[in-house]
């Protein structure tokens, strides 16, 4: 998958979403949520967030705080099972390629309606796609990240970001069949259809609260009385409230949802942007649950009879290293021979939560694409100080955030540094706020010479991972090797799935030869609920949906 | 007495004139210009020209300051970065919060500052005087945020007596009237929503009154000190008027009156103070919007608190002045 | 002029007038305040704190900047080893030696405190010391400006100064912190002078021709320096609070290795259930000292106070 530049900028801020290949590490996981014998229907459940939602418009969406909300409200044609990424039935029963890929025919659900009402039919299925291939506006598009990603660009293309759009019509026969085609085949799909971002939303209420429209004042965006007041879509809960004073975003049960109805009569997520707050709040019983408690308390919040629920890994935290500025850094003995220096399996011990494994590649394990066959390199200071010992380098650190993969950015350089200079390297740090300059300078502006950042998976696609990093020359690496660039393009380009795996195996193998990053470590996120709460199921790709959860009454 | 008002705000005018050039200043000294600042990791240079475009910031410098100011007064403090709302609007949707807690800090600073306050002055050189002396001192050298973090350690995560932060519990479904948790419940009769409100209250409350009640306890305590030596009151007491007269006609009315100052000017300071409080209980008030505006560099939101902050102060200052003024006559007069 | 200035700019425009009187009556002032047992205490906390921070590297038993093994070993994300032989009170939360980390914060902690101080020292002499000297509309653009800056609540100050760097490093906090004080010692220092303008000696200078720059430097400033000590004394106290707040804002220094008693306190609070003394000790020594430069700086204060010269 290659990507360009803005979405790639954008994604790396972003908690992943969507997969297409099963992980058989999911497996235990989806058990749990099949039952629901003993599960009481009734009750109120608060979710404590980290950051308030933007909107309610899927489309627009690019942020986890966002999506959380938005994916309890809307459907898709396809979907995820829960607690893995192995494809399932929503809102279409059915789908097929057509025409050698350049087509996919879905057999729609029927009896479906939207929360206002509207049916929902294949008319109402060609709306949304039409309406996404002719968004038009700079702001719209340019907070259409996942679309854009999936279908390269739109009818009106309004930035040079954007390439040919894959779009070539939506064409329906009868009420429920319906056939989105294509350019070109992609190997994006199906799975792409499962994406919070392609949400079905009604058609009506979209005309009638202007959806299309989003401004924008600097870096500030503002979007339609549809996405903040009345997102309308088909899923089990429908918004009731947003207050933004207090930061609660209140949902309730849909009683005419299609499928099982959700156990909650109200879901409630409430911002609270700092963590030892949300945990105080667990604790007190105010919220009933939070995401990425810190690994720190992993054993105290347990301890304390909360269910601490460790998602399935499905990420890379990798040291970046920028050739453009540091001559001494194009050279390959230097690159080695700093991936020698890095103590990984010390800093997954000390600085992640358990579970946290040290990484010699950047493809997750049970990827196509991943492979023994990778140069590997043991963590050896004595060796490396030959080579590194009174190298310079800039290192830019990220502030103020926490992501899945780097729960604490601060103390992993810290560990970093501290094996860096026991082999003789002279480290200048750069902190910047992820927000406030960070990404900024890394990722657009390539300032510096080595750099913490990572990956969650949003395909199950060795090229969702390698190919989106190394795929051509970024300011964030300052490298260019055709070797690389080339085997990636080939892999990307081969719609056979297996041959596809091999493509992407071959190029790994070049890429751990050249170490123009240094993969450090994959680290399961969790999830934390109290004890009360029965049904959640933990998605590695963070996409836990709440219709099947349900709360024991205490009282 | 109008003579009085009128000149103290024409005096208030060339304040705010170079508080307005001095917030202008600011903005155009963001790193790399307004206009990357605003732009963050979208910055292109194209993308920067169009928007300095946008902004007027080609405009020679007086034009673009009259232009900031013109903005300022019609209240148009641009669009935060962090929620795509206006900047006023997300003033005053979470202006009643702060307002709410710094008036409890205060009413808590006050009610049991004046009292200690009198108290130690009376019994000067005892063991209490010292004993309010030295935690008055101490209590303003705790850094304010790990205060409150041991507050609610204590409090909350240790005894489970108060709620740990918010403002109130989401189950409680209040209806919101005027923005004022503790009040909005006694308005609509829903009085477990204020006494839940108040229970929330208390802990952020406490940890901002930590500095104005020192500050008033030792006021207090300086003011009456000087009004018993005074020779009225000498007067007073050897024309035999019992000591309880002394004390509440004379001494104590006498004093409050720079009590009172201080009380009004630890108001305008309580508002801007609630940042550390505010971000350690997640009380979502305009410390909390600083907070986060600071952790992601949202601009126009800092410029518009900061000035802010600066505005209600002198404001404030002037409240305090003209109110003083209609106590003790003789002030109008100098 | 209005009888009510607000209390901030009262107390200082007091205690520059304390000034007057020159030299001797300092010398008096000095042997008060020696008699006066709390500037006792404030004075042994501030030697002790500064002759720890001065010989710091020395006293210091394991390299501070440098994580050990024999405590990395048992670290993990839910445990940091406590005292241990060789590690009086064990490992912080990196792996580093707490104890030396603790002793070696004292340094920087009292650099950044007193380099923001000196800032505003500095650039308070200039504004105040032109704003004195030359008098008239510089006098009063001048002061319009301290008074506009004085109305800024302290950390609102610090916040908007810190957030116009890029990036905060140990020079931002320096200067953030130190702006907040500008003001202050600018009123003083213009007070101070103006209040010697009419004393005698200065009148007799005058009269005697000396030139201005002479007067202003020979006679002015030196007898504006107790109100200067006072002040700078209890500037040191707030400083060390503000760039501990300035750190719990997320706008501290940066230098990971840095240590310093607010960055290791808005740092320990993440871990304060695994080891709370991580934060207990920092926070301790911050009051501590804080502390002692406040009694240090008000018994002075009080000292210099002619209601106390009796």
Redesign the interface.
């Known amino acids: 998958m290659l990507q360009h530049r803005?979405t790639r900028?954008k994604k790396a801020a972003l908690i992943g979403l969507a997969s297409a290949l099963a992980l058989s590490v999911a497996a235990c996981a989806s058990e749990r949520g099949q039952g629901g014998e003993g599960q009481v229907r009734g009750g109120?459940l608060?979710f404590g967030s980290a950051g308030?939602p933007?909107?309610f418009d899927a489309t627009f969406a690019t942020d986890g705080e966002t999506f959380r909300p938005v994916r309890q409200m809307f459907d898709t044609l396809i979907t995820y099972k829960q607690g893995s990424a192995d494809l399932a039935p929503a809102l279409a029963t059915k789908w097929e390629p057509v025409d050698d890929g350049k087509g996919w025919k879905f057999t729609l659900r029927e009896g479906v309606k939207f929360h206002d009402g509207t049916d929902f039919n294949a008319d109402a299925v060609c709306f949304n796609f039409d309406r996404w291939y002719n968004m038009k506006g700079a702001a719209a598009q340019?907070q259409m990240i996942y679309y854009a990603d999936v279908f390269g660009g739109f009818k009106n293309n309004t930035s040079e970001d954007f390439g040919e759009p894959l779009y070539a019509g939506c064409e329906k026969d009868g009420d429920y069949t319906v056939t989105i085609k294509l350019k070109r085949p992609s190997g994006a799909f199906p799975a792409a259809f499962g994406l919070t971002s392609l949400s079905i939303g009604s058609p009506t209420a979209m005309k009638k609260y202007n959806a299309d429209e989003v401004k924008q004042?600097?870096?500030?965006?503002?979007?339609s009385e549809y996405a903040t007041e009345h997102p309308t879509g088909t899923g089990p809960f429908k918004l009731e409230s947003y207050?933004?004073?207090?930061?609660?975003v209140?949902m309730v049960r849909n009683e005419d949802y299609w499928g099982e109805k959700a156990y909650l009569d109200k879901l409630?997520f409430?911002t609270?942007?700092?963590e030892q707050?949300r945990k105080?709040?667990l604790?007190?019983g105010?919220i009933d649950g939070y995401d990425l408690p810190s690994p720190a308390d992993y054993e105290t919040l347990e301890k304390e009879g909360h269910q601490v629920m460790v998602r399935p890994v499905f990420n890379i935290l990798y040291l970046g290293i920028n050739q453009k500025n540091n001559p001494k850094l194009r050279d390959l003995k230097v690159r080695e021979a700093l991936e020698m220096a890095i103590n990984k399996e010390q800093l997954a011990k000390t600085r992640l939560p358990k579970g946290a494994i040290p990484r010699d590649q950047f493809v997750p394990k049970d990827l196509p694409g991943y492979t023994e066959d990778v140069v590997k390199r043991e963590y050896n200071p004595d060796e490396a100080k030959k080579v590194l010992n009174g190298l310079k380098v800039k290192f830019h650190i990220p502030t103020?955030v926490t992501r899945p993969y780097m729960p604490d950015p601060k103390t992993i350089a810290k560990s970093i540094i501290s094996d860096l200079k026991a082999v003789g390297v002279e480290v200048q740090e750069v902190s910047k706020?992820w927000?406030?300059?960070y990404?900024?300078d890394v990722?657009?502006n390539g300032v510096h010479d080595l750099h913490l950042l990572g990956w969650t998976g949003d395909y199950g696609d060795a090229g969702n991972f390698i190919g989106t990093f190394f795929g051509r020359k970024k300011a964030e690496f300052g490298f260019t090797n055709d070797k690389i660039f080339d085997a990636l393009a080939k892999a990307d380009r081969e719609p056979d799935p297996d041959k596809r795996g091999e493509l992407y195996e071959q190029a790994a193998v070049e890429i751990s030869k050249y170490v123009p990053a240094i993969p450090l470590t994959s680290s399961p996120p969790a999830i934390v609920v109290s004890k009360d709460v029965q049904g959640l199921v933990p998605s590695p790709l963070t996409d836990e949906r709440f219709v099947t959860v349900s709360k024991k009454q205490s009282d | 007495m109008l003579r009085f008002i009128v000149r103290?705000l024409l005096?208030a005018i060339?304040?705010l004139f170079?508080?307005s050039l001095?917030v202008f200043a600011?903005f155009r000294?963001?790193?790399?210009g307004p206009?990357s600042a605003?732009?963050?990791?979208?910055?292109?240079p194209q993308r920067i020209a169009e928007?300095n475009e946008q902004?007027g910031l080609n405009d020679p410098i007086p034009l673009q300051y009259v232009n900031f100011l013109g903005r300022m007064l019609t209240g148009d403090f641009?669009?935060?970065?962090?929620?795509?709302?206006s900047v006023l609007t997300e003033i005053g949707?979470?202006f009643?919060?702060t307002i709410e807690l710094a008036f409890a800090a205060l009413f808590l600073a006050v009610a049991f500052g004046i009292p200690f306050g009198y108290l130690a002055a009376r019994y000067r050189g005892s063991l209490f005087d010292t004993g309010i002396v030295v935690s008055t001192?101490?209590g303003?050298?705790?850094?304010?945020?790990?205060l409150g973090?041991l507050l609610?350690?204590v409090f909350?995560?240790q005894l489970?007596l108060l709620?740990?932060?918010?403002?109130?519990?989401?189950?409680i479904d209040a209806t919101?009237v005027t923005?004022f948790a503790t009040l909005d419940g006694l308005l609509t009769g829903e009085f477990d929503a204020t006494i839940n409100a108040l229970q929330h209250l208390a802990l952020p409350a406490i940890a901002l009154a930590t500095i104005p009640f020192a500050v008033i306890v030792r006021i207090t305590r300086a003011s009456v000190l000087d009004v018993l030596n005074e020779d009225f009151v000498r007067t007073a007491e050897s024309k035999g008027l019992t000591a309880q007269v002394v004390r509440t006609r004379h001494v104590l009315r006498n004093a409050l009156l720079p009590v009172a100052?201080?009380i009004g000017?630890q108001t305008?300071?309580l508002l801007?103070?609630a940042?550390?409080t505010e971000?350690?209980?997640?009380w979502?008030g305009l410390g909390f919007l600083?907070?986060?505006g600071?952790?992601?560099?949202d601009y126009?939101r800092?410029q518009a608190?900061?000035l802010l902050?600066?505005v209600v102060?002198?404001v404030v200052?002037l409240l305090?002045?003209i109110s003083?003024?209609i106590i003790d006559p003789?002030?109008r007069v100098? | 002029?209005?009888?009510?200035l607000?209390?901030?700019k009262r107390r200082i425009d007091k205690l520059a007038a304390a000034g007057e009187g020159g030299t001797s009556l300092a010398k008096d002032a000095l042997k008060r305040m020696m008699r006066n047992p709390v500037a006792v205490v404030g004075l042994v906390i501030v030697a002790l704190f500064v002759l720890l921070a001065a010989f710091a590297p020395w006293l210091t038993p394991k390299d501070p900047y440098k994580p050990y093994p024999e405590l990395l070993e048992n670290l993990t994300v839910t445990h940091i080893p406590g005292s241990m032989p060789g590690f009086v009170l064990g490992s912080d939360a990196d792996g580093f030696d707490f104890f030396s980390r603790l002793l070696i914060a004292s340094q920087q902690t009292l650099i950044v405190a007193v380099l923001a101080t000196l800032f505003g020292l500095l650039l308070g002499l200039i504004i105040g010391g032109l704003a004195g000297a030359l008098g008239g509309w510089v006098d009063s653009v001048l002061m319009?400006?301290v008074?506009?800056?004085l109305?800024?609540?302290a950390?609102?100050l610090a916040?908007?100064i810190a957030?116009?760097?890029?990036r905060s490093n140990q020079w931002t906090v320096i200067i953030a912190v130190g702006m907040v004080s500008v003001p202050v010692f600018a009123r003083l220092l213009r007070g101070a002078m103006l209040a010697q303008r009419e004393s005698d000696h200065v009148l007799a200078a005058t009269a005697l021709g000396v030139k201005r720059s002479t007067i202003v430097f020979r006679h002015m400033l030196p007898n504006a320096l107790g109100p200067v000590i006072v002040q700078a004394t209890l500037t040191l106290?707030t400083a060390i609070?503000e760039a501990?707040?300035l750190s719990?804002?997320?706008?501290g220094d940066q230098d990971t290795f840095r240590a310093e008693w607010?960055l290791m306190?808005?740092q320990a609070?993440r871990v304060?259930e695994v080891k709370p003394s991580l934060?207990f000790f920092p926070?301790g020594a911050?009051?501590?000292v804080?502390?002692g430069f406040?009694?240090l700086g008000?018994s002075m204060r009080e000292a210099l106070d002619p209601k106390n010269r009796r």
């Open positions: 803005a900028l109120t608060t308030d933007k909107m340019s004042s600097g870096e500030a965006f503002t979007y207050d933004k004073s207090n930061g609660t209140t409630i409430k609270i942007p700092e707050a105080d709040e604790r007190a105010t103020e706020p927000n406030g300059g990404l900024d990722n657009v | 103290r005096q060339p304040t170079i508080l001095l600011w000294a963001l790193p790399g206009a605003m732009l963050g990791e979208r910055a292109t928007l902004m641009g669009t935060s970065t962090i929620t795509g709302d949707r979470h009643p919060a001192l101490v303003v050298a705790v850094p304010v945020f790990f973090f609610k350690y909350s995560t489970s709620p740990p932060s918010g403002r109130q519990d989401v189950d919101s923005g100052t201080t000017l305008g300071l801007a103070g940042v550390l971000k350690v209980f997640v979502r600083l907070a986060q600071i952790e992601q560099r126009p800092l608190l900061i902050a600066a102060y002198v200052n305090v002045d003083y003024a003789r002030v100098s | 002029m209005q009888v009510l607000d209390r901030k319009r400006l008074d506009v800056l109305s800024l609540p950390l609102i916040v908007s957030a116009l760097f890029a106290a609070l501990a707040s719990y804002l997320g706008l607010g306190l808005a609070q304060f934060a926070a911050i009051i501590i804080a502390l406040t009694l008000e």
